[in-house]
């Protein structure tokens, strides 16, 4: 066998599908290491490198971590985490001297959503909420305590093979900006129809707003979230690359999108494509429907000039796994749909991407997930000091070489629907990125 310091030896007495994901996960994407698993005693006590004993075996040298049993088998049930032994959820095992934190299992158990499989209670919108988390009850919504573990291990690790070289993975980006636009226009390009009929129901409701929406609509002024380009450039000029995420899905009262085949629609989505990356907002129905997600990715790409391969559900809605199922076949490769639609923080514990695994099937499957840390318009509803929240969320993903992932709305950055707009805020972010 290789003793290149980088390459690591994991002993297991059984390989299981689970842990050979959580050894990638861990040992290869976050810790750089190349993994060499075997289930020879032989192999592992005349290896002379780098090696971890996964068994309950007392097995000679490496460093040992006594497994649970939760990445035995395929099985799908409720896990016990004991809150009075650890700050954060962590599963234990038996070790002879007492209980010790089993990080294999623990980090699977987030990263594979286990408990997102099992029965909770959901919101109106049928979303998996923090209230149902292990992380409320431990206190923990906003800190990346898997990277946590993942960090303790690797120390643990080094103190048995100080010279170990391998080089924790960092994110490339450490600060992700995307906006969903949930419409294109706020007052423009809806359609004769629809144009007509929210006239009519501003005369009524609101005549205020007519002062406003009549030169739009009527004599072309600029539309009040039209601030794509504004976007843009300050994005750039931090060296941050925004990705734009588009609802072409057909109206609905959960979707109000701009008809896509509008000509001004259509140029617009082709000017944010020559200067950033775009991506796919699905409607509010698509999670629970392939044909939608297949009919709204097709029209995208009918009048995108660029490749369209990203995607974040509307509302952040999914049915698992099949709504990632069916992104995963239509060519999606990343989606950024993980995030607590009523918290900014953590909701797998962790600020890297990660490669999602179908529990049902026992399987990874190839697309990948951009856990979402923050929203512009969770904050600005619930936080009472957005700037702080945000710049906390940043240290903790920045803590731990990830990327701190944003996710911004163009009626909020405006102020048109929120009662104070967070443009100032997205400029915060991005200066903090020169002055850090």
Request: aromatic residues 10%; contains cysteine.
């Amino acid at each position: 066998m290789n003793n290149n310091p980088t390459e690591i030896l994991v002993y297991t007495e059984k390989r299981t599908n689970r842990l050979r994901y959580t050894l990638d996960e861990v040992f290869a994407r976050r810790l750089g290491f190349k993994v060499i698993q075997t289930t020879r005693t032989k192999d592992f006590i005349g290896y002379d490198g780098i090696k971890l004993n996964y068994s309950i075996k007392s097995l000679e040298g490496g460093y040992q971590i006594r497994p649970n049993g939760l990445l035995a088998g395929k099985s799908l049930q409720p896990v016990e985490f004991e809150k009075e032994r650890s700050e954060v959820p962590c599963l234990f095992s038996e070790n002879g001297a007492g209980k010790q934190v089993d990080v294999l299992a623990t980090c699977f158990y987030f990263l594979a959503l286990y408990q997102e499989y099992l029965p909770y209670r959901s919101d109106e919108h049928g979303r998996f909420q923090s209230s149902e988390s292990i992380q409320k009850g431990f206190g923990c919504l906003q800190k990346a305590f898997v990277d946590g573990l993942v960090k303790g291990l690797s120390e643990e690790i080094k103190k048995i093979y100080p010279s170990c070289s391998n080089q924790p993975v960092n994110e490339p980006n450490r600060v992700a900006v995307t906006v969903d636009v949930d419409q294109m226009f706020y007052y423009r390009e809806k359609g004769l129809a629809r144009s007509i009929l929210s006239t009519i129901v501003d005369t009524v409701r609101k005549p205020s707003s007519l002062k406003t929406r009549l030169p739009i609509q009527l004599f072309g002024k600029t539309d009040p979230i039209d601030i794509y380009q504004d976007i843009i450039e300050i994005c750039l000029k931090y060296g941050v690359n925004p990705i734009f995420f588009i609802q072409v899905g057909e109206p609905s009262r959960f979707d109000r999108n701009n008809p896509i085949h509008l000509p001004a629609v259509t140029q617009k989505v082709n000017e944010l494509a020559l200067r950033s990356e775009i991506g796919l907002h699905p409607s509010y129905f698509s999670c629970e429907d392939g044909q939608k997600l297949e009919l709204e990715l097709g029209r995208l790409r009918s009048i995108c000039s660029s490749r369209v391969n990203v995607s974040r559900q509307h509302y952040m809605r999914w049915r698992l796994p099949h709504t990632l199922l069916t992104l995963a076949e239509l060519g999606i490769t990343f989606d950024y749909t993980l995030g607590f639609p009523d918290v900014n923080g953590f909701r797998a514990g962790t600020a890297h991407p990660f490669k999602f695994f179908n529990l049902q099937k026992d399987e990874v499957v190839d697309i990948t997930l951009m856990p979402t840390h923050f929203s512009d318009i969770v904050s600005m509803r619930l936080s009472t000091d957005p700037e702080e929240e945000m710049m906390a969320i940043k240290n903790e993903c920045n803590s731990y070489g990830g990327t701190f992932c944003t996710m911004w709305h163009p009626e909020v950055l405006t102020g048109i629907e929120s009662k104070r707009g967070s443009y100032d805020l997205l400029q915060t972010l991005l200066h903090s990125e020169v002055v850090k």
